[in-house]
């Protein structure tokens, strides 16, 4: 099913969804765009190239409380803190972001211990995709098309949107997306030649020039092993990294976290926080050994775990290209030039 809108009238629609639930959309902030909770319709604006975090803290927050407990009572008296969500939108996601949530399910829906925190947000969430604006550039730190995705690509989305001159054009990709289109009545449905536009805009998202090399996993992955032990590679590539884990915080397939208990007054609560393999102590054990004392060696397990360890154990590379990892690291670390280099040394 495919709807027409007026950008002009895109709080409307932000409202609709409101009225059914909750809404998370890229709003502007003093030094860009970010998800986040709307509150007032008029707060959605899709005037953005990207956000700067990626839109992972939908299924993945930054802190989650797992249990409540007293502290010096039974374990069997702490209690299990549960989610009680309501239906979800997830509003301009661009396709690049949208592939990244595949890349997560591996490991919190897949592969064994299903986390029920991602499980229910995913479940209650509908995905709304957004395609790049084909008559802009890519961001020069893009190279989505470098691992295989368009810059139209509707998959992985519920619905797709495109923007047609003023309009924003919505066409549903699943049962869940069609349903909630259809229930959407006070918006008009798009022409025939609305829907020619749309499939020609989808097929020329393909085309779409990002940075872009042609990488087999399979050879990357070699490298890669082939180059672990080279530490004159892995200094060279490293040799400004602060160590503030950005690239990792804002990346939208890192999910890396910590476990912590916060206890005050006899209140403990356990609770999940993002961590990073980019920061000192990340490997540090309780014996004071620490693996990675090195710089090179926690940006060789980064750039390892995406393009080598990953495909070994999954099968796909886990980075989407979006390049926000070297658009914010403050020391211009950039992950395409040292998958090239890899590839060249
Ligand atoms: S590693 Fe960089 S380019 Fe790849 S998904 Fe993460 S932030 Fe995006
Ligand atoms: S953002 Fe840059 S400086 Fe910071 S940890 Fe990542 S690579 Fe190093």
Redesign the pocket.
């Known amino acids: 099913m495919l709807k027409k809108i007026s950008i002009n009238k895109i709080s409307e629609l932000a409202a609709a969804l409101m009225g059914k639930g909750l809404l998370l959309a890229p709003v502007k902030e003093n030094s860009g765009y970010n998800f986040a909770e709307i509150k007032n319709p008029n707060q959605v604006d899709l005037d953005f190239h990207n956000t700067i975090a990626s839109p992972k803290a939908a299924f993945f927050p930054h802190k989650e409380d797992f249990i409540k407990y007293e502290t010096g009572k039974p374990i069997g008296a702490a209690s299990v803190i549960g989610l009680s969500l309501p239906p979800t939108f997830l509003f301009g996601v661009r396709p690049c972001d949208v592939k990244s949530f595949g890349i997560m399910d591996i490991h919190f829906n897949a592969s064994g211990i299903i986390d029920p925190y991602w499980k229910q947000r995913r479940e209650v969430t509908t995905i709304f995709g957004y395609a790049f604006d084909l008559e802009k550039p890519a961001e020069t730190e893009e190279f989505y098309q470098t691992l295989g995705i368009g810059a139209a690509d509707p998959e992985g989305s519920d619905v797709f949107m495109i923007k047609k001159g003023d309009d924003l054009l919505l066409d549903s990709v699943t049962a869940k997306g069609e349903k909630l289109l259809a229930e959407l009545k006070n918006f008009a449905e798009g022409k025939v030649t609305d829907k020619k536009y749309y499939d020609e805009y989808i097929k020329k998202g393909r085309e779409y020039k990002t940075r872009s090399m042609c990488l087999e996993p399979e050879a990357i992955t070699k490298k890669l092993e082939d180059l672990f032990h080279n530490t004159d590679f892995w200094m060279g590539v490293s040799s400004?990294?602060?160590?503030?884990?950005?690239?990792?915080f804002v990346c939208p397939t890192c999910y890396c976290f910590d476990i912590c208990d916060d206890t005050l007054f006899g209140q403990g609560t356990r609770r999940r926080v993002w961590d990073a393999c980019?920061f000192t102590d990340f490997t540090l054990e309780a014996s004071g050994h620490n693996p990675r004392t090195h710089v090179y060696q926690r940006?060789r397990q980064k750039v390892c775990h995406k393009y080598s360890f990953h495909v070994r154990k999954y099968g796909v590379i886990s980075c989407v290209g979006c390049g926000r990892?070297t658009k914010?690291?403050?020391?211009n670390?950039d992950i395409y030039s040292i998958i090239e280099d890899a590839m060249k040394a």
Do not use: R
Request: aromatic share 0%; glycine share 6%; with cysteine.
């Open positions: 400004a990294c602060l160590s503030c884990g950005i690239c990792t980019m940006l990892c914010h690291c403050p020391v670390i």
